[in-house]
């Protein structure tokens, strides 16, 4: 397109496209695939011919130079089939990272991706997480996309009044979950809500005070515990404090 599009604006327009094909892949030019991307997804969705998409996983790479380095994989695919969204849902909250960019979808299941535009820039899991309802997904555990972060997205900050959106997604995540939440998964719900506020936070914050403040914010959407920060919180802590203060 001559025209700079969003994520979610360019996933509509390929949707409009006609195929003639049994499997789609949409895929961003910012990011780059791993050579045996299409080969090893393909294979997995021929080993588990009930799931309706197959998602790999992702690297989120700062580096330029770091762009094209993948490890080269072998063998049988290291895949799983997850019958339903609450099973994707919890593999998300355990640390598992997809994007629109790494998964391929069976052509019949694929939606519009608009109604996600609420989301704002966190559309895409909440949008896989809607479409794994339609029939189970295969997760492929290798990194076989490299995400790019571009220079200063890191350290910007967004607008305030987009907390919404992040407490949207977090109440998305938490609805994709079997209801009333048994003990492990409200578990692992406020453990995985604590630790990513903690790095959430600072991206709507101009100082220390601001982030206490955003903080207690998560906390009253019952978002924050600190009976939940974990070893990756405090490391979100640190990189938080490093953006805010610049020690």
């Keep these: 397109s001559p025209v700079k599009l969003n994520n979610h604006a360019n996933f509509s327009r390929v949707y409009g496209y006609t195929y003639q094909t049994p499997y789609v892949v949409i895929f961003f030019d910012d990011d780059i695939m791993h050579p045996q991307m299409l080969e090893r997804e393909l294979r997995v969705l021929n080993i588990f011919p009930q799931a309706v998409i197959v998602a790999a996983g992702t690297n989120f790479i700062h580096l330029e130079r770091d762009m094209g380095k993948f490890a080269e994989f072998f063998g049988k695919p290291n895949a799983e089939y997850l019958p339903n969204k609450a099973a ?4 998300i909250l355990q640390g598992f990272n997809l994007c629109f960019d790494s998964v391929m979808y069976r052509s019949e299941i694929l939606e519009d991706v608009s109604p996600f535009q609420s989301f704002k ?16 997904v295969a997760v492929l555990k290798e990194k076989l996309v490299n995400y790019r972060i571009h220079p200063g997205q890191d350290s910007q900050s967004s607008p305030i009044d987009e907390l919404e959106f992040i407490f949207k997604l977090f109440d998305f995540y938490k609805n994709s979950l079997p209801q009333p939440l048994s003990l492990s998964d409200n578990k692992l719900f406020k453990s995985w809500a604590t630790n990513n506020a903690i790095l959430s936070a600072s991206s709507f914050a101009k100082d220390f005070s601001e982030y206490i ?8 959407k019952g978002f924050f515990a600190f009976r939940y920060v974990k070893f ?9 404090m490093k953006k805010i203060i610049g020690f």
């Design 88 to 91: 994707l849902c919890r593999l």
């Design 121 to 136: 820039k966190w559309g895409d899991r909440p949008f896989l997480l809607h479409l794994s309802a339609k029939g189970g």
């Design 213 to 220: 403040k955003v903080l207690k914010i998560f906390k009253q």
């Design 232 to 240: 990756r919180g405090l490391w979100y802590l640190l990189k938080a």
